[in-house]
């Protein structure tokens, strides 16, 4: 049974996956200190893009959130490894710029993600909501890095940050591959839109705020 709590608790380190490199541990240290033991403030990156992609997922939620069966929704899926039994008290700004922070992702990244959630709301008829989109946007975040990185910290390291216990995010990486029929490949087309669209997402109206792609 899933464990919904938000702590940091992790469980015992993996070992590497798959034969790619991980980061070794200095990496670690200055992912988890933003500089190298150093008291200056962590440098955010990628802020103006983070920005938008909460903003996104906050429309979809909010869209989501006045439809007539909402809580029916939420009741159906509140078994799936991704549902909490409460909201957490983290916003998704502050959830994801705490992930950039600490692991230091790339923005390719980042955009990668938000295609991985829509293409996983579409293939599997999921609907995002407020006790969901955390770990599902976690579980983005986990595969594209693996997709799309060189090199990354193992299992544990990114259960920390994300605050759930190791066995649970390899629940959250799997379930999020089986429902996306294990395909994460996204080509240079859909890529380039979804970049185009997050870099002018700030400045468009609310009614074209992410339902032209979703």
């Known amino acids: 049974m899933k464990d919904d709590s ?12 798959d034969g790619r490199e991980t980061k070794n541990q200095s990496d670690k240290e200055k992912g988890k200190n933003g500089k190298e033991k150093d008291n200056e403030e962590p440098e955010i990156k990628n802020q103006k ?5 909460s ?8 869209d989501n959130k006045k439809l007539d069966n909402y809580k029916e929704i939420v009741k159906k899926q509140s078994k799936m490894i991704f549902s ?22 790339e923005k390719s990244t980042l955009i990668l993600s ?16 407020y006790y969901n989109i955390h770990r599902i946007l976690f579980g983005a975040v986990l595969i ?42 996204i080509n240079n087309k859909e890529y380039e839109q979804y970049k185009n669209y997050l870099e002018q997402f700030n400045d468009l109206p609310d009614d074209q705020k992410w339902k032209k792609y979703y």
């Open 6 to 17: 938000f702590d940091s608790e992790a469980e015992s380190r993996e070992s590497e996956e």
């Open 49 to 53: 893009l983070i920005n938008s992609i």
């Open 55 to 62: 903003n996104a997922l906050t429309t979809i939620l909010e």
């Open 84 to 105: 909490a039994n409460s909201i957490p008290n983290i916003s998704i700004n502050d959830y994801l710029t705490r992930i950039q922070v600490y692991s230091g992702i």
């Open 114 to 129: 938000l295609i991985q959630i829509d293409n996983l709301c579409k293939k599997a008829d999921l609907v995002l909501t």
């Open 144 to 185: 594209s890095i693996k997709y799309n990185e060189d090199s990354y910290y193992d299992n544990k390291f990114y259960s920390e940050i994300a605050g759930v216990k190791l066995r649970e995010l390899k629940m959250i990486e799997y379930t999020f591959l089986e429902l996306s029929d294990f395909n994460v490949f």
